[in-house]
């Protein structure tokens, strides 16, 4: 089976750095992937690691080790907006379905 | 404008009643999901479609049955609803072999059972 750990809270200040693991236990995967929910809101997309390295996308970076069997999401420059819960995702190679993390909650304060 | 609409956004249920939850994409994706979110425990999935008359079982189907008749229309059905199903529904879309950009995620119906 698959199994995704990540932290279920993380508070930060406004314009720090915050990075967001994800560790996984999976038999088989195409990529990791990071989702963005606010409250009440439907998840979006972030950003993929299909292969290990850094990917950045402006203020959002991904990281992928599968030799490590692990990957983060990383915010600089953290904004108000940025509080949201931060999900890790990774894409069976079995059927493409996405097999979720429980969410991490970003908190940023002033 | 990509679109994934639900049908509603608050819904509330009596024990033993059938449910329908409805998802429409205006964006002709082949693959559509249903998955439940709860405190915890991230999304779930329920069922899945890789295209029109098709659907398959996800980690945590049942419960639950589907129904894809048409290609732009994924329903959720609750048999016979109980509390703990309780929770946020969200329904998703995807274009067939394209990459996870291409996933759109629905608004959510929050359904309480009663």
């Known amino acids: 089976g698959q199994s995704l750990e990540q932290p279920s809270e993380v508070t930060a200040v406004e314009g720090a750095i915050v990075q967001i693991n994800c560790t996984y236990q999976?038999?088989?995967?195409?990529?990791l992937s990071w989702y963005q929910q606010h409250d009440g809101g439907a998840p979006t997309f972030l950003s993929y690691?299909?292969?290990?390295g850094l990917e950045e996308t402006g203020r959002f970076s991904s990281f992928l080790s599968r030799s490590d069997s692990y990957g983060y999401l990383l915010l600089q420059e953290l904004q108000m907006k940025d509080s949201a819960s931060y999900f890790c995702?990774?894409?069976?190679?079995?059927?493409?379905?996405?097999?979720f993390g429980q969410g991490t909650e970003l908190s940023v304060k002033p | 404008d990509v679109k994934v609409t639900q049908s509603s956004r608050y819904l509330v249920k009596r024990t033993g009643e059938k449910v329908f939850l409805e998802c429409v994409q205006d964006?002709?994706?082949?693959?559509m999901f249903w998955y439940r979110q709860d405190p915890g425990l991230g999304l779930r999935l329920i069922y899945f479609?890789?295209?029109?008359?098709?659907?398959e079982k996800g980690d945590i189907p049942e419960g639950y049955s589907v129904s894809r008749e048409k290609k732009e229309r994924f329903s959720l059905i609750l048999e016979s609803a109980s509390t703990n199903q309780t929770s946020m529904y969200l329904c998703?879309?995807?274009?067939?072999?394209?990459?996870?950009?291409?996933?759109?995620f629905g608004p959510g119906t929050r359904l309480l059972v009663l």
């Open positions: 999976t038999s088989g995967f195409y990529g």
């Open positions: 690691n299909g292969l290990d």
């Open positions: 964006m002709d994706h082949e693959n």
């Open positions: 995702a990774v894409e069976d190679n079995q059927g493409g379905k996405l097999i």
């Open positions: 998703a879309s995807r274009r067939a072999g394209a990459g996870l950009e291409t996933q759109y």
């Open positions: 479609s890789y295209d029109v008359k098709m659907k």
